[in-house]
C-alpha cells in the first residue's frame, strides 16, 4: 500500500477543493450519496436499480411493485449518512452510542435498532462464525476500548479495521454490512479523507476479503481494497478543480 501517494493527492484535493464552485460540490455529493446507498444497501440484496433509488431519494417518488421494506432501506441509509456527515462536522471521535444511533437510522421503520442481538448467528458461505452471545458482549466492548489505541495505523488502515474487526463481531441481528460501510467512511471522513462506495459489482472480492481477515486475521487484501477506491475517488474531485491552482499545489508539493 502506497499511503503516501494517497496522503499527497487528500492534501492536494484539500488544498484545491475551496476553488471549486459550491454547486459543483454539492452536485458531486449528492451523486456519491445516491451511489453509497444504492451500492451499500444492493450488497444486502435490495432489488432497487441505481436511477429507482435516484428516484426515491431526490424525488421522494415511491417505486411500484418494490417491498415497502426496500424502500425504508434505502432513505434510512441516506440519513445514517447524513448523520455521520453531521457527527465529523461537529468533529466527534466514533463512539459506542454514534454506532448504535447509525444503526437505528438503518433500521427505523423495519425492527428496532441500535441494541445488540441476543440470538445465535451464522453468515451464509463464510469460513468464519460470529462470536456466541456472551463472548460478543465482550469482543465488542473491547472493539471500542481498541478503538481509542489503534495509534499504529494510518487512516486508511483504520477504516479498513474499524469496517472489518465490526463485522466480524456481527453485533447486531441485521444491518451489520451497512452500518460497517457508514463506520469505515467515518473514520475516513474523519481524517479528512473522502468516502467511498464499495460497487455491488465487486462484491465477491469484498466478501472474500472480509472473510480473509474474520478467519485468518489478515487485513491486507481489504486495506488495499479500500486504497483503490480511495484514490479513484480523490483523482476524480482533483480531475475538476482548476488547471492553474493544480499545477501551483504540483510545484508547492
Excluded at 76 to 85: C, G, I, L, S, T
Excluded at 109 to 138: K, L, Q
Excluded at 210 to 218: E, M, N, S
Excluded at 230 to 235: T, Y
Amino acid at each position: 500500500m502506497d499511503f503516501k501517494r494517497i496522503l499527497e493527492k487528500q492534501k492536494l484535493y484539500e488544498e484545491g477543493k475551496d476553488t471549486l464552485h459550491e454547486v459543483t460540490i454539492e452536485s458531486y455529493n449528492n451523486a456519491f450519496e445516491v451511489e453509497f446507498t444504492h451500492n451499500s444497501t444492493a450488497i444486502e440484496g435490495n432489488t432497487l436499480t441505481l436511477m429507482e433509488t435516484k428516484v426515491v431519494l431526490e424525488d421522494g417518488i415511491s417505486i411500484g411493485g418494490k417491498a415497502l421494506r426496500e424502500i425504508y432501506e434505502v432513505i434510512n441509509h441516506k440519513k445514517a449518512f447524513r448523520y455521520v456527515k453531521q457527527c465529523i462536522n461537529e468533529g466527534l471521535p466514533l463512539s459506542e452510542k454514534i454506532v448504535k444511533d447509525i444503526h437505528a437510522l438503518v433500521m427505523e421503520n423495519i425492527i428496532v435498532g441500535g441494541i445488540y442481538r441476543n440470538e445465535e448467528v451464522v453468515i451464509s458461505g463464510a469460513s468464519h462464525i460470529p462470536p456466541a452471545r456472551n463472548e460478543m458482549y465482550i469482543q465488542i466492548k473491547n472493539f471500542f476500548a481498541d478503538l481509542m489505541y489503534k495509534k499504529d495505523l494510518n487512516p486508511i488502515e483504520l477504516a479498513a479495521w474499524t469496517h472489518a474487526e465490526f463485522v466480524r463481531i456481527h453485533p447486531f441481528q441485521d444491518g451489520n454490512g451497512r452500518t460497517s460501510r457508514l463506520i469505515m467512511n467515518y473514520q475516513l471522513m474523519g481524517c479528512g479523507f473522502l468516502p467511498i462506495s464499495i460497487a455491488k459489482e465487486n462484491r465477491l472480492d469484498y466478501y472474500n476479503a472480509l472473510d480473509k481477515y474474520a478467519a485468518q486475521g489478515i487485513l491486507d487484501d481489504f486495506t488495499n481494497m479500500i486504497v483503490e477506491l480511495e484514490e479513484a475517488q480523490l483523482d476524480k474531485y482533483i480531475s475538476i478543480i482548476p488547471e492553474q491552482n493544480q499545477s501551483h499545489q504540483i510545484q508547492q508539493m
